[in-house]
């Protein structure tokens, strides 16, 4: 395969590929029951900088 039908490919088909990998993520995130396990994965580096400075 060469280089104009790999870039024919990609432009086509690739964006294909990443939105509907886009789609997915959004609809991971936004499924019902995520809230929780979102807010606690953004808690993490707080978390991890109170036990640092020992203001558990």
Known sequence: MDYD???HFAD???LLY????FLFV???L???????RAVDAAQ???RD???E???D
């Open 53 to 55: 400075t020992g203001n």
């Open 5 to 7: 039908a790999m870039r």
């Open 30 to 36: 936004l499924r019902p029951g995520a809230r929780h």
């Open 12 to 14: 086509s088909w690739g």
């Open 18 to 21: 990443m939105f509907g990998i």
């Open 44 to 46: 993490i580096p707080l």
């Open 26 to 28: 959004g609809l991971f």
């Open 49 to 51: 900088a109170a036990k």
